[in-house]
């Protein structure tokens, strides 16, 4: 239990840093799962922050003044690759994506907050920007995401927004098979 609420403690953390610089975000990832799902184990605290480039310099050193690089380069790899990976002075690992597209404006301006059982109050991502979010990365965890998030929530996900956001982005990496797997399980779950 104690390394959940440091999980949580962490989320938080970085939410009201972000909220207080005035950015647009929410959390993705595993805490994402946890409130659209069942809970379940997650090491780190993901959150994409809308910088449409323009903020990528004044989030990078803006997160970094506040929380430590989880690795000496941080502020080169964030520019590199478009996510900063940091760690809470707790020791939990926080991954934020710089976000850029129209997708990640859309997904940030869904999110809504959700009360954790351990009562910190978090944005996160929408059930159906969640599922678009599992399938682009397409790793087997996210798979296992997408069906329990199609499990638990069913009827009540918006099918036709979901294929929406994903398609293009499935177009973006040249990977048709994501569009196969999630009709797959949209069929399987009698939501397709």
């Not at 929408?126 to 009827?155: M, N, P, T, Y």
Request: aromatic share 8%; charged share 30%.
């Amino acid at each position: 239990m104690e390394g959940v609420n440091a999980l949580f403690a962490a989320a938080r953390d970085l939410q009201e840093f972000c909220r207080a610089k005035g950015w647009r975000f929410c959390i993705i990832g595993g805490i994402a799962v946890h409130r659209w799902s069942r809970p379940r184990f997650t090491k780190d605290a993901d959150m994409t922050v809308f910088t449409q480039f323009a903020l990528d310099d004044e989030c990078i050193g803006g997160l970094l003044s506040r929380f430590a690089g989880l690795r000496p380069d941080a502020a080169e790899f964030a520019r590199r690759t478009r996510v900063l990976r940091l760690v809470h002075e707790n020791g939990v690992p926080m991954d934020v994506a710089l976000g850029a597209l129209e997708f990640e404006l859309r997904c940030v301006e869904r999110a809504t907050p959700w009360r954790s059982p351990e009562g910190a109050e978090l944005i996160t991502c929408s059930a159906e920007d969640l599922i678009v979010h599992k399938s682009f990365a397409s790793r087997g965890q996210d798979w296992v995401d997408v069906d329990c998030v199609l499990d638990a929530q069913g009827a009540k996900l918006n099918i036709p927004q979901i294929l929406e956001e994903l398609r293009p982005l499935a177009a973006l990496k040249e990977d048709d098979g994501i569009i196969a797997q999630l009709e797959w399980r949209l069929k399987k779950y009698r939501l397709l």
